[in-house]
């Protein structure tokens, strides 16, 4: 009897701590803006991130997803979250890099980075500790907290891309200021777009290649337009990055804010997990949908004739007149890649 008592006394007061704790919480309903669909595998680490936040809130922070630019598109997001108008959005900064050129260089530069989870790592030291790029953020309005990576981009095509031939005038779906010069030193084409277009885009003969990543092939449907993949890869990169508003973030309480942080650390383990595990599933899922994959015969044309891309952004840097920041930061990045 004394022990179910005590039994009994415990729970009840285990529940009392627990409640206690969840209602340390204020409410809170936070809109989360995406540019791409929920179908898209790399999505799941949104939603786990707010489905954390929500359990862990004991039920008192909910967060609503908006997904595929539907409260706001490229040119209109990082005003939307830095005014607090968009509580949470996910940035492509590569889209950016007119407008913040710093921070945007862990996803701008194609064939740069090659270790998807060290590249998080970079990015968020970046972000957080140098002193030109948190000042562009800090301009825009931005407090970074999830990072995440895409896996090796490979375009995805019409025609079979064998050779350094193949490239010629061939028109590929593009994106920023530097995959562009990637693309035209290859004598492509480059075809600025953003991902939700692509498809169309192919259909229409506006484009004869998508450049994407074997995972998301399936989710974007470019096995429906495209017959051909490659094994050629263009590297990884750092994938959008999710933002708060600086001013939201620090009206947040203090305890609010460290669920943040640690809901992100967990969400960023648990992306690069489904990452790796989905790419590695992903080359049988397309060929399985009738997609050939080519191997590159001229690999070694292919690196010669592809110039240094962080070469290329320090000396766009230089031309605006920030040149040794930017030779700094190239330095910083070579060695911790």
């Given at each position: 009897m ?5 039994f009994?006394s415990?729970?009840?007061a285990?529940s009392?701590t627990n409640?206690?704790?969840?209602q340390?919480?204020?409410?809170m309903?936070?809109r989360?803006?995406?540019?791409i ?15 954390e ?8 922070i909910k967060?609503?997803?908006f997904?595929?630019n539907?409260?706001?598109?490229e ?21 950016q ?7 945007a ?9 090659r ?9 968020r030291g970046?972000m ?5 790029v948190?000042a562009?953020?800090d301009?825009?309005g ?11 981009y ?6 079979p ?13 593009s994106?920023g200021?530097?995959?562009p010069?990637?693309f ?5 084409v480059?075809?600025n ?24 092939v399936?989710?974007?449907?470019i ?9 050629l ?7 959008h990055t999710?933002?708060?508003g600086?001013?939201k ?32 599933g ?11 994959i ?5 690999k070694a044309?292919?690196e ?13 840097m230089?031309?605006s007149?920030?040149g040794?920041?930017?030779q700094?930061?190239a ?5 911790n890649?």
């Amino acid at each position: 009897m004394k022990f179910t008592t005590l039994f009994a006394s415990a729970i009840a007061a285990l529940s009392f701590t627990n409640a206690s704790f969840a209602q340390d919480y204020p409410e809170m309903t936070l809109r989360y803006s995406s540019n791409i669909p929920e179908v898209v595998n790399t999505s799941k680490i949104d939603t786990y991130f707010s489905s954390e936040i929500e359990k862990r809130s004991g039920g008192k922070i909910k967060i609503q997803h908006f997904w595929a630019n539907t409260l706001g598109g490229e040119s209109e997001i990082v005003d939307l979250v830095g005014s607090g108008a968009v509580d949470l959005g996910l940035i492509v900064m590569g889209n950016q890099a007119s407008r913040m050129p710093f921070a945007a260089v862990t996803n701008a530069l194609p064939l740069t980075y090659r270790d998807g989870p060290k590249l998080n790592q970079l990015t968020r030291g970046i972000m957080t500790s140098n002193p030109t790029v948190v000042a562009e953020l800090d301009r825009a309005g931005l407090h970074p907290l999830l990072f995440r990576y895409l896996p090796d981009y490979r375009i995805y095509c019409s025609k079979p891309m064998k050779t350094m031939a193949d490239f010629k005038n061939t028109k590929i779906r593009s994106y920023g200021s530097f995959v562009p010069v990637m693309f035209e030193s290859l004598g492509a084409v480059p075809v600025n777009i953003p991902p939700i277009d692509m498809i169309q885009a192919m259909q229409s003969g506006a484009m004869d290649c998508t450049y994407m990543f074997d995972s998301a092939v399936k989710a974007f449907k470019i096995d429906q337009v495209a017959e051909y993949a490659t094994d050629l890869s263009f590297g990884v990169i750092s994938a959008h990055t999710l933002f708060v508003g600086k001013d939201k973030w620090e009206s947040w309480p203090e305890d609010v804010r460290k669920l943040f942080e640690d809901v992100a650390a967990d969400a960023e383990a648990f992306g690069n997990e489904l990452i790796a595990k989905d790419e590695v599933g992903a080359v049988a899922a397309i060929t399985q949908a009738g997609l050939e994959i080519v191997p590159f015969e001229e690999k070694a044309a292919f690196e010669a004739a592809t110039p240094d891309m962080l070469d290329i952004w320090v000396e766009s840097m230089a031309k605006s007149g920030k040149g040794d920041d930017a030779q700094a930061l190239a330095v910083y990045i070579r060695e911790n890649r």
